[in-house]
């Protein structure tokens, strides 16, 4: 197994465990946080079921899931969620997607999450390209992965059923040879 320790100045990410169960729940449930998400806030039990599916995902070989909480290295609390999903056939790209408690929103974190994740998809990982699709209506995500060097692609009409309905995604993406001369 391939344990996840990475650490930018303000922000680390590690394996999430099922200590962490009730720290996701503080996101994942959180009906602000999921408004830009294909799913309804989650239950308790659903972030339990997620997790141990979590920690199964890190014992493959090859590992394409990491899930990670996101630790404020100051304080040591988790205040997000990190995951990054290598794709089987193309296992030089990698979805990304993240979320943070909403209390921690707007001071910049969110775009340090995004370089962090570019990071250890890059240089740890040694991915070549890394996308995140977020809702043409997210402009937080928006602006962080611009910030974050991660440029606009395009739009998946209809990528995602939401419990509103299909969802379009507007697709961003980094390079590994543009991100590593920026
Ligand atoms: C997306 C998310 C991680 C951004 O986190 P954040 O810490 O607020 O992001 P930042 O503080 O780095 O802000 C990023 C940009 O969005 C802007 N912004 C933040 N909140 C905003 C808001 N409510 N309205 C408008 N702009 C906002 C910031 O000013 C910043 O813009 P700048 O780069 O021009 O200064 C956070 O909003 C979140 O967890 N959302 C819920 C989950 C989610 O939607 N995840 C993304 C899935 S693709």
Request: charged share 25%; net charge negative; no cysteine.
């Amino acid at each position: 197994m391939r344990q996840v320790v990475w650490n930018g100045e303000r922000l680390g990410l590690r394996d999430v465990t099922e200590t962490d169960v009730h720290g996701l729940h503080a996101i994942y449930g959180d009906p602000t946080v999921t408004q830009h998400m294909p799913f309804a806030p989650r239950t308790l039990d659903e972030v339990a079921a997620l997790v141990d599916e979590a920690v199964a995902a890190a014992f493959t070989e090859p590992r394409l899931l990491y899930v990670m909480a996101v630790i404020d290295i100051e304080r040591r609390g988790l205040i997000g969620v990190a995951r990054l999903h290598i794709e089987a056939d193309h296992p030089h790209s990698a979805e990304i997607g993240f979320g943070l408690l909403p209390d921690m929103w707007g001071r910049g974190i969110g775009t340090d999450l995004v370089r962090l994740l570019l990071s250890f998809g890059f240089k740890e990982l040694g991915l070549h390209r890394i996308w995140g699709a977020r809702s043409p209506a997210n402009l937080p995500a928006q602006l962080a992965m611009l910030t974050a060097g991660m440029v606009e692609e395009g739009r998946i009409r209809h990528h995602v059923h939401t419990p509103h309905g299909w969802r379009d995604s507007i697709v961003h993406s980094a390079l590994e040879d543009e991100w590593t001369e920026r």
